[in-house]
């Protein structure tokens, strides 16, 4: 699902826990796509608290708390950081983030706490939502397959990246303009993340956020930038981007040229089959009722590009 979509579903999730009808949801997906962040604004947007409790950092007792003795009876001692309704609010999000990564005998321990919201005396507040996130299996990250009873207290959701979500995103988090202009030129640079491949840095909706701050620090040290950028993204998703940037005032838009709105022909022929591979790629997203407008209207753009290579 696209990052829109899972955000209304966990939307939907939080008000129906306050209603009594919430089910625990399990976000899947590979690294950099954003799963913890759209966790966050879910939250943010509510304007309710997020507890996020990292089960990949803990013991069993870090969870289920600590036994001692009351009188005749051993009782177990409620970790501070569970939601309570008097600390923390009536409502909120509980996150149990990374729990793919978190050792079997720790997520045994949250088996009680997901399904029935309760652990030993402790009892999650009745109007908090729980959501999981973590990584696929073969996603070269540090993972244990989920046990199935586990994954039957979960209704189960994989994210996918969309780049006119993370665009949407982009706007309104301040990302420079530059990159969101290049990856609608080049779409297929938002995610490249293999897992058969050894790569420190990949492109992904996460580093190109980091990548945005390399712009912003190195702005005004250009042999430092195309490093900055690929230590971000990758060096050949780098490489791309700082030759786009390099060249932005000769780079047409390609949704203004696919909507028949023309727009300047670039010169050099590097740049047009740029032009040329980046049109086919955006036309192949468009909706199949839109294609054929958008073809013709990239035909007659093309025309001109001799005309253009010989002034």
């Not at 959701?157 to 780049?163: A, C, G, I, R």
């Not at 303009?177 to 609608?184: D, E, I, Q, W």
């Not at 701050?213 to 780098?238: P, S």
Request: aromatic share 8%; hydrophobic share 50%.
């Amino acid at each position: 699902m696209r990052p829109s979509q899972i955000a209304a579903v966990l939307a939907g999730e939080l008000a129906a826990a306050e209603a009594g009808v919430h089910t625990p949801v399990m976000l899947w997906g590979p690294p950099g796509v954003g799963k913890s962040q759209i966790v966050a604004q879910v939250g943010a947007r509510a304007g309710v608290p997020l507890v996020d409790v990292r089960l990949a950092q803990m013991e069993p007792t870090d969870l289920r708390g600590i036994p001692f003795r009351d009188g005749a009876s051993v009782v177990w001692s409620v970790p501070a950081m569970l939601p309570d309704a008097a600390r923390h609010g009536v409502r909120g999000i509980l996150f149990l983030d990374e729990i793919t990564s978190a050792v079997p005998t720790v997520t045994a321990a949250a088996y009680q706490l997901i399904l029935d919201r309760r652990l030993g005396e402790y009892r999650v507040p009745p109007g908090w939502a729980i959501f999981a996130a973590g990584n696929r299996h073969g996603d070269r990250g540090v993972t244990y397959q989920m046990a199935a009873p586990l994954a039957n207290r979960f209704a189960h959701y994989e994210l996918e990246p969309e780049l006119d979500d993370w665009i949407a995103w982009a706007h309104a988090s301040g990302i420079d303009a530059r990159l969101v202009a290049f990856l609608r030129f080049r779409p297929d640079l938002l995610f490249q993340f293999d897992p058969a491949r050894d790569a420190a840095a990949f492109a992904s909706p996460r580093s190109w956020e980091y990548a945005s701050r390399a712009l912003a620090k190195f702005r005004h040290a250009r042999a430092l930038l195309g490093e900055a950028l690929g230590a971000c993204v990758g060096a050949a998703a780098g490489a791309a981007c700082r030759a786009y940037i390099e060249h932005l005032e000769a780079m047409p838009d390609v949704v203004d040229i696919a909507a028949g709105k023309g727009g300047e022909v670039p010169r050099g022929l590097e740049l047009q089959y740029a032009v040329a591979a980046a049109l086919v790629r955006h036309i192949a997203r468009l909706p199949a009722v839109r294609q054929d407008e958008a073809v013709n209207h990239a035909l007659d753009y093309a025309r001109r590009f001799r005309s253009a290579s010989s002034a």
